[in-house]
């Protein structure tokens, strides 16, 4: 199984914050890399596709990039909205398998 | 517009049995594969397995042979998690998501999750 592991597992920032999170995969998955949004008590949400395809109706703010093993989401300008946990998830290969996550928390 | 409807929470005793449904619409069921994720309290996500819609044939991860089983009814397109001899560590919140269709994979609709609580 391809593991995904994600860093930081948790994080504080300020609103207009430039915020960077980091999914390294245990070998690569080409472009198969996706990012999920969720906030407490809803289901995830797609974000990105394709490590750098940014969904239908997903603020621009919103970006992937990476290839390989090494991938990052980034969004530009922290809003109050995107305070939630996000997941990284591979496509490439059965089992799909979810990074376990990183909080992104109000400082 | 694309929806993934689930019935609603559970409540079940160990040793019992439950049915979970998705029901799809807003777009031609049979087209995509249908996942099921589950997500215990407080935990990550972990991908349980899928079911091809057009042919029926479920494929499980690893940690979910046995006593999960994936089915579908196209009739009404709705596809079925049933779960059977619970544990109390099957209690998590269940979602169905939509497999893409353009050769990336990822899951571009989700269920609202079905919350299946498995106490004595």
């Not at chain 1, 960077?20 to 809803?42: E, F, H, M, V």
């Not at chain 2, 972990?46 to 999960?68: L, S, V």
């Amino acid at each position: 199984d391809i593991q995904m592991t994600q860093s930081p597992s948790s994080l504080s920032a300020f609103v207009g914050d430039r915020v960077t999170i980091t999914c390294r995969a245990s070998q690569s998955i080409s472009d198969y890399l996706n990012w999920y949004q969720q906030k407490p008590g809803t289901a995830p949400k797609l974000l990105i596709y394709a490590a750098s395809s940014l969904q239908s109706g997903v603020p621009s703010r919103f970006s992937g990039s990476g290839s390989g093993t090494d991938f990052t989401l980034t969004v530009s300008s922290l809003q109050p909205e995107d305070f939630a946990t996000y997941y990284c998830q591979q496509s490439y290969s059965i089992p799909r398998t979810f990074g376990q996550g990183t909080k992104v928390e109000i400082k | 517009q694309v929806q993934l409807v689930q019935s609603g929470s559970e409540l079940k005793k160990p040793g019992a049995s439950v049915k979970v449904s998705c029901k799809a619409s807003g777009y031609t069921f049979t087209s995509n594969t249908l996942n099921w994720v589950r997500q215990a309290p407080g935990q990550g996500l972990e991908w349980m397995g899928w079911i091809n819609t057009n042919k029926g044939r479920p494929t499980y991860a690893q940690a979910f042979t046995g006593r999960f089983v994936f089915s579908l009814d196209t009739s009404v397109s709705t596809a079925y998690l049933q779960i059977s001899s619970l544990k109390t560590e099957d209690t998590a919140v269940y979602y169905c998501a939509r497999g893409s269709t353009n050769g990336w994979y990822h899951f571009d609709y989700w269920g609202q999750g079905t919350l299946v609580t498995v106490s004595s």
